[in-house]
């Protein structure tokens, strides 16, 4: 067997295990964490076109999924306009959004762009949270917005049991995984990269870095908005504090962070690590100490970047590059 | 015809005047040198051309027009590349990754910038080196890794901020062998060289600053007898030796 071959099966296989493993789990606890595993692997892999590839750190992407779940919402109840046609609407207010806070704040190095980005997302929680409604659009405050149970109907994008939406967040990982790819191995995923290491050397060599981030922020904050869509119709509930809150940020950093940042398949690797140390934490730790995860995270970063500096992605890829070599040799 | 016209440059830092009223101009295919003490405002010349900062006043024209207004990447985009004193190869990334980012300026696809770094890599004898990570390297290759970066965009006009610097003598040499071939391949070279056996070898003409001002313009031979040259730079040592 060659490598290529291996990987190919491999790679065959993991698509395979994922698309059956709702035929296997029946209970939909089990279903919705997986759901939800899948939901943060695609926002941070959103995330990582920017965060990881672009070598900004941006801190406040929750207010991207605000966006995408307000506002898909809000014409749904409102303007009843299907949650799909809203999601592209979300996504474009929120491409928008992120171009408008990438022009002034990308000029800022470090932990000033981070710190930006916080306080844009946290001032536009505040708001939400003080604005019952604006005209005619309502939006409830902190209490957040309720959808209303209308059945099953691909229409409305509400299903009875959690397979569609599996199905569907499956989908949009895995063209957000092959995009990412794409992207990492064209002009502006090396583009990107250079100005991300070396600004001077990258525009001396012709590269308008900051447009270049920008695009990067741009389509990341597009994509991010789908999911926040997603997130929406997929509780049916959402407010403020949970969609838009520095928690959902953070939990995107921390995972890009211990996955690998840059790498494609970072984000993957550590919402499989993270996120079921979230749930574990949460079901049986958080009745005693509320915010115990955070601090569980937190710890697991620091052990991370104290023995592997660039996530999890790069030693396991060694580890699997040893395996594939040994199989491959004697299996010749 | 003058690929190059910089008139009546000056740069102000704060209180601290790097180039004072400086005219200079370089002929399309030419290799000119530009010497001077440490400090004398070399590399702040390259980084106006270069537009990396405006100069306080005065004019550059690079092909005709002027270059106000314009960022690194448009000049980049017009033909004019440049390497760094101190290099700024992308470390974490292999050597044909690098050459690749200053490929892409010409094409989009990826296969064809790849093959541009290749025969760029190979013109300056580094493609042996391709797949190492550019943070790995010698400082001879580092140097060359510079140029090949910049080589890739196709430029017209090369800047070379001190690339002999840190070489070993057959290093030098080889490196001096890179330079006349690029020129042979059309190609014209402004370049800052402390090393007179360098500059002695390469240049078509010299410009000599001494704190931000000309002192000193003509053939390498004149230069280096001039006697407001040989005080303010070279020393009494070269003159005798
Ligand atoms: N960005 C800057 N801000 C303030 N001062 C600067 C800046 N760049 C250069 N200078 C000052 O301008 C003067 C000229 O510097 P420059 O780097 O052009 O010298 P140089 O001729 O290249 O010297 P060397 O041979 O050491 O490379 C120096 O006094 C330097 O300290
Ligand atoms: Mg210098």
Known sequence: MSRKQLDMTLLALAGLISFGLPLLIESPTYLQILILLFFYAYLTTSWNLVGGFAGVLPLGHAVFVGIGAYTSTILALQFNLSPWFGMLVGGMVAALVGVAIGKPTFRMRGAYFALCTIAFSEGVRVMIENIDSLGPIKFNGPRGLLIPLKGESFWNYQFMHKEPYYYIILTMLVLVLALTWFISRSKMGYYLAAGGDEPDAAQALGVDVAKYKLIALGLSSFLTALAGTFYAQLMLYFYPKGILGLDLSFEIAFIALIGGRGMIAGPLIGALVLRPLNEFTRIYLSNQLPGLHLVIFGLILILVMLFQPKGLTLPLTRLYDRLASKITTTGA | ?241
């Open chain 2, 1 to 241: 015809m003058n690929i190059l016209e910089i008139s009546e440059v000056t740069k102000n830092f704060g209180g601290l005047t790097a180039l004072n009223d400086v005219d200079m101009h370089i002929a399309k295919g030419e290799i000119l040198a530009l010497i001077g003490p440490n400090g004398a405002g070399k590399s702040t010349m390259f980084d106006c051309v270069a537009g990396v900062y405006p100069p306080s006043s005065g004019t550059i024209r690079f092909k005709g027009k002027s270059i106000a207004g314009l960022k690194p990447w448009d000049l980049c985009r017009l033909g004019l590349a440049r390497t760094f004193q101190i290099v700024k190869p992308f470390a974490a990334r292999t050597v044909l990754y690098n050459v690749m980012v200053g490929a892409f300026l010409r094409t989009s696809s990826t296969d064809k910038a790849r093959d541009k770094a290749l025969s760029v890599l190979e013109t300056l004898r580094l493609d042996h080196r391709k797949d190492m990570l550019a943070g790995t390297l010698t400082i001879a290759d580092r140097k060359r890794l510079e140029i090949a970066k910049a080589l890739a965009t196709e430029p017209e006009l090369l800047l070379l901020d001190e690339v002999m610097a840190g070489l070993r003598p057959t290093e030098m040499d080889d490196m001096i062998a890179i330079i006349r071939q690029l020129r042979g391949n059309g190609i014209t070279v402004f370049i800052i060289e402390h090393i007179m056996r360098a500059v002695m070898a390469l240049s078509d003409r010299v410009v000599v600053i001494h704190f931000g001002e000309k002192i000193a313009e003509g053939a390498p031979e004149d230069v280096t007898r001039d006697e407001n040259v040989i005080k303010a730079y070279l020393g009494s040592d070269y003159a005798t030796s």
